[in-house]
Structures are given as C-alpha cells and as structure tokens.
C-alpha cells in the first residue's frame, strides 16, 4: 500500500511541474490572405533599437499574421515620425497606406520603459490613437500585443485578440505536455507533463484554470489543474470513462461526459468535484458538451438519432432540438463568442472537415479540405478557428478565419501537436 | 509497482506457491472535494488469488498459457460499430466462465477506435466497444462489480499506420485482468 502510495506521490509530483519552458516553439505561417487587407506602415518606434527586443517588429508580425492588414514599407520617409504630428499625411497615402503606427521608447529612472504608440489614419488626417505604457523591458512582447489590439480594433472594429494565450497538447514519442503559449506561439509553457495520452484541455472562462483529461489511472480522469500554482485536483474520477469537460461562464460548474451510470451522457459538476447532476438520459452516447455564451444552452454531440449529429439542450426547458441534417457525422459543435451560431466537424466522402453553421439561416460554411481536421476551437472575437489537421503524417494545428479566406499553418519542430483550445480575452 | 508485480510472479512459477498477492480494486468512489489524483485509482487491497497462482499439478494459469483461449484478450470490430461479432463468441464466454467460476477476479474492458474522427467522441466509441463485451460476459455469469469498463478512444493505437489495416487493429476492446 505504501509503496503504491509512494509511486503515486511521485506521478503526482511529476505531473504537477509549475509551468516550465517548453522546447519545442510553434510557428506560424500564413498560408492564405483575406481578399483585401488594410495597408499600414509600422514604422520602429524612436530608441527601440537600444533593447533586444523590436516591439514594432513584433506588432507588425502580429497584424500581418492576422491576414487582414498589409505592411506598408517605412523606408526612406526622412525624418522618421515617431509622434502623431510628424506624420506627414501625404508622404504616406503616396506609398497606398491606409494608418501609420509610430512610437517612442523613453527610459526611466527606476529601470522601467515609457511606450508611447500613436496611430494616424492618413486618409482622413486624424489621431485614432494615442496610448502610453510603462513597462520593464521583461513585458515588451505583452505590450506589442496590447499595440496590436488597439491598432486591430481602431482599423476593423472588433476586438484584438493579440494578448490571448492558446493551450496545446504536445506528443514527442512517449510523452506528452499540455503547453500553454502566447497566440502567436511564442514562449511555450509546460503545464502538465505524462506517460500517458492528455487530451481535451479547457479554459476557465477567467483563464487562470485548465481542466484537461488524463490516461495516466489507464482510463479516462478529468482534472483541474491552476495555471498559476500547478496545483491540480481530479475533478471527475469515477467508474468508467470521465472525459470532454466544458465550463460554465461563471467557472463554478462544468459539463462532462461521464460512463458511471452506464454508458455515455451529459453531467453537470461543480468546479470543486462535488454536486454532479445528470443532465440527460439517453440510451446512446451523448458527449461533447458546449456552453453557449449567453449560458442558457449546452451544444453537444449525440448518436441518438442512429448517427453522430449535433444537438441544443436548452436547460431552462431542458428541451432538445437537432441542429445538423446534413451528412451521417457532425460532431464537436464549439458555440461561436458572437452567439450567431457554432464551429464544429463534419465528415464528407470519408474526409473530416472543420465547418461553421448559422443558428438562424441554418447554413453551413465548410472552412477546411480535411482530409483529418478535428478540434475546433473559436477566438474570442470569432474571427479565427484554431483546429488540429495532418500533415505528412504529424500533427499539426492549423487556423482559418471564420469566412474561409485567412488560413494559418502552427508546427513545432519534431513534435505531434493537436487539441488546441484558445484562451480568453485577458481582464 | 510494475516491477515488483513481475518479481511477484517470477517467484511464483518458480517456487510454485499458490498465493500471490494481487491487488484488488477498491471500488471506485466519488472524489471528495480537495482529493488528488489518487482518488479512484487502484489502491492496494488485501491479497487475494486466483488470477497468477498455479494449478495443484503445478502447470501454467489457464491466463498465462498461451495454448488457453483465456490468452487471447483482444476482440476486434467493424468501423463505426460497436457490434461483437459472432467469431468472438468462444472467447468471451471462456473469459465470462472464469470470472464467474472465480469471483474474486476483476477485469478491465478497454476500449479503442481507430485514429478517424473527433476525440472525445472516440472515446465514447470506445466506451460503447467495452460496454458491449461486458454485456456479452454478463449474460454468460460474471458479475457487474467484477467489470469495469473504461475507453482509450483513439488515443493509444496498437499500430501507428495510417491504412485500413492499421485503423481494423486499432478498433478494440483489450481484457486487462486486474493485477496483471
């Protein structure tokens, strides 16, 4: 017994790592543009150069990987604007831009960074922005993304989604890591790290938690695991399968597919573990719960009509109603922020495609060609669906906006990546 | 804990005592709020037999002799079904006989599917591959509290091939003895 007690400690101790530095990086490529794209010059920020790290460089590869704006070169404009009134208008609208980024880096006396950024719309000839920061050099990359929030926002009018994190599994041989890194794949954190398969990681709707299934007991045990602390605790250990957990917008409670009752179906369950609540009954599988935004509704995935098809539990009725009719398997219904409808997966001729469906019209957008898409996972503005695909063999995680036109491709190198789930808006 | 269930049984088939100690589950009970990942999980239980000790003539355990069906763990399925089919028959009432002839021994039924589609819903896939087996070895004299059944999904395939021979191999329900 003490023995077993021991091994377990140290699985326990072994798992429960406060994020660490991961080896492998994701990177990112644009593989597919919008059809027209907003052209705007980053010009270097006055000083920038005296730190290692280029903040415009960073603010331009964040807006160019977005695939809705075009950098404009910044080159041989002299002298070189880095407030809003040098900004000669003309000098800029000759080169076709639209808005000119300009900024200053001005140390301070306790070792701490003044950013000041100004955006101008040389089109117009007005200020659209002008935003100061002061940060330590250690935050120039969070800063970038806090620049290229304002200036996506000011240009698109939705919300820039530069400063979210994105979480991953990463499989090198044996061993797999849930990874949590910046959106645009920068500086990957080790979460969890096992033997065994990780798989479905999910966040708390205030970020600060993943809860993620583990094969490490040799069977299916959802966990709740703090990002800040590594601390972790089993959330749903029961007989049988525990997996596909999803939050509820108050982080309290969260869905999940339990098998404890005999085969595979819906339960509520507080964040702590205690009060699980069966939400459904069925005598097939029902699986793959999905809060909608507005937390009235549960999507999820049910073979009770003979094949894989996407249903809405409304829980104030607890009325059902099937939400796809097209083709024999849609599975993996993700509800999209913006509350018009939800992403999900659908198999076509034997390809798995990532497709996007309207509540209201009932349309479906197919998004990807497959032929092994799965996973979907929606920005928090809407506009990118981060998702798992193959590529010679590995996995990979790719995006597409939800129009189809922006496409990305994520690799790490040597490393089966897949499970993608994009974290929330920061507070 | 591996190693030391394997010295278990070396010294077993060596010295030909009939007692090993396995370990029994404990049954599976709801994780009390603040438990760690040890909630659930197997925990050391009294010792118990049956499963690798040997026979009074000092012959193999009908589980470890290769020539006995009770060697063969494995039933394999038809894509997107759940259905056992009627080739498995044998080996699952051999299986079902042992368990009800002895009562102490607990299985896990392991389900698996091939690598083609969503996740979560393998899992599920999976759970209903295991659950079918069960059923099967119910009708035929095991008991509820002897079986559990989890699932794997997709998520540790027996062959990494992306072919129709690899995804038939992958799609599975293992019989785990519990202790093994």
């Not at chain 1, 719960?289 to 607890?318: A, W």
């Amino acid at each position: 017994m003490f023995r077993f007690a021991r091994f377990l400690f140290l699985l326990v101790a072994f798992a429960l790592l406060a994020p660490v530095p991961a080896r492998a990086q994701l990177t990112i490529e644009i593989i597919g543009g919008a059809g027209t794209t907003i052209p705007i010059a980053i010009v270097p920020f006055e000083n920038e150069s005296n730190w290692p790290l280029g903040i415009s460089g960073v603010v331009g590869a964040d807006l160019t990987r977005s695939g809705l704006f075009k950098l404009v070169d910044y080159a041989g404009i002299v002298p070189r604007p880095a407030r809003a009134e040098e900004v000669r208008a003309g000098d800029w609208r000759a080169r076709g831009a639209d808005a000119v980024a300009v900024g200053t880096l001005r140390a301070q006396p306790d070792g701490r960074v003044e950013v000041r950024f100004a955006l101008v719309d040389v089109v117009k000839g007005a200020e659209l922005a002008v935003v100061s920061y002061v940060v330590t050099p250690a935050q120039f990359r969070a800063t970038a993304h806090k620049i290229a929030d304002v200036i996506y926002e000011k240009l698109t009018g939705d919300v820039g989604v530069f400063s979210t994190r994105i979480a991953y599994i990463a499989k090198q041989g044996p061993r797999y890591q849930l990874h949590v890194a910046e959106a645009d794949g920068y500086n990957p954190q080790t979460v969890v790290t096992s033997n065994e398969p990780l798989l479905s990681p999910a966040w708390s709707p205030d970020g600060t938690r993943i809860a993620y299934v583990s094969l490490e007991n040799k069977k299916p045990v959802v966990y709740i695991q703090s990002l800040a602390t590594g601390q972790r605790q089993a959330l749903a250990n029961f007989r049988g399968s525990n997996s596909a957990p999803a939050w509820a917008a108050d982080g309290r409670k969260l869905a999940v597919t339990l098998t404890k009752d005999g085969g595979s179906q819906l339960f509520l369950i507080n964040a702590d573990g205690t009060a699980v609540q069966r939400l459904l009954s069925s005598p097939g599988i029902d699986t793959e719960p999905n809060f909608t935004p507005d937390g009235r509704s549960i999507l999820f995935t049910s073979d009770r009509g003979g094949t894989p098809q996407i249903y809405r539990l409304n829980l104030g009725s607890n009325a059902v109603e099937r939400l796809t009719f097209d083709g024999s398997y849609n599975v993996s219904p993700r509800a999209t922020p913006d509350g018009k409808g939800f992403v999900f997966v659908r198999r076509d001729g034997g390809r798995f495609q990532v497709a996007i469906q309207d509540y209201a019209t009932r349309q479906v957008q197919v998004l990807t060609s497959g032929p092994l898409d799965e996973s979907p996972s929606i920005s928090p503005n809407s506009k990118l669906i981060l998702y798992a695909a193959e590529q010679g063999g590995r996995g990979i995680l790719a995006a597409v906006s939800s129009d189809g036109r922006v496409k990305q491709r994520l690799v790490a190198p040597a490393t089966d990546v897949r499970e993608p789930a994009w974290g929330p808006l920061p507070r | 804990m591996r190693k030391w269930i394997i010295a278990a049984f070396v010294a077993t088939l060596i010295v030909g005592c009939k007692s090993t100690e396995t370990q029994a589950p404990a049954p599976i009970e709801e994780p009390a709020p603040g438990t760690t990942a040890a909630a659930g999980a197997t925990t050391g239980g009294a010792a118990t037999s049956g499963i690798s000790g040997t026979t009074a003539g000092g012959a193999l355990s009908p589980l470890k002799d290769p020539k006995n069906i009770l060697f063969k763990r494995t039933i394999y399925f038809d894509y997107d079904s759940y259905v056992v089919k009627d080739e498995y028959r044998v080996q699952i009432d051999a299986h079902a006989k042992y368990l009800q002839t002895n009562k102490p021994v607990r299985v896990t039924l392991q389900g698996h599917t091939d690598e083609r589609g969503s996740r979560e819903y393998n899992i599920a896939l999976g759970q209903k591959r295991s659950d079918a087996v069960k059923k099967q070895m119910q009708l035929l004299g095991a008991t509820d509290i002897q079986i559990e059944t989890v699932s794997f999904g997709k998520e540790k395939p027996k062959n990494d091939g992306h072919d129709e021979a690899a995804w038939a191999e992958n799609r599975r329900v293992e019989i785990i003895y519990v202790g093994e």
